[in-house]
C-alpha cells in the first residue's frame, strides 16, 4: 500500500513473524503490501527460507530517514522485547492491510 499525505509519500516500518519457526524480520519500505508480497514470494535473500510471513506489526514515518532510525532501534531488540514493543504500541488501523497478531514462540 502506497499512502501519499499532502507532501510527501509516507514510508512503513514493519515486523513480520515467520510461520514456520516464528522468527522476526523487521524492514522498512513505501510500499507495505508490495514488500510483504515480496518476502512471501521468497524474492528476499533474507526471508526466503523462512516463508510464509505474517505481517505482526508497522507504523507510518513522513520521511525515509525517519523509518530508517526506528528500523535500526527495533532491528536489535531480543524476541522478547520485540513482542513487548508490539503490545507498547500497537499498529494503526488501515483499509486493506491486515495485521495478525504475533505468538510467542
Same mark, same amino acid.
Given at each position: ?11 512503513? %516500518? ?41 505481517? %505482526? ?36 488501523? %488501515? ?11
Amino acid at each position: 500500500m502506497l499512502i501519499k499525505s499532502a507532501f510527501c509519500f509516507m514510508y512503513f %516500518v514493519y515486523i513480520l513473524q515467520s510461520q514456520k519457526n516464528s522468527s522476526f524480520y523487521k524492514g522498512s519500505t513505501n510500499n507495505l503490501s508490495r514488500r510483504v508480497a515480496e518476502h512471501n514470494a521468497a524474492k528476499d535473500f533474507s526471508t526466503a527460507r523462512f516463508i510464509p510471513w505474517n505481517l %505482526v506489526w508497522f507504523t507510518q514515518k513522513p520521511s525515509k530517514s525517519q523509518a530508517m532510525v526506528l528500523e535500526k532501534k527495533i532491528k536489535n531488540l531480543s524476541i522478547e522485547r520485540t513482542l513487548s514493543f508490539i503490545l507498547k504500541y500497537p499498529s494503526e488501523k %488501515v483499509p486493506g492491510i491486515k495485521i495478525e497478531k504475533p505468538i510467542h514462540p
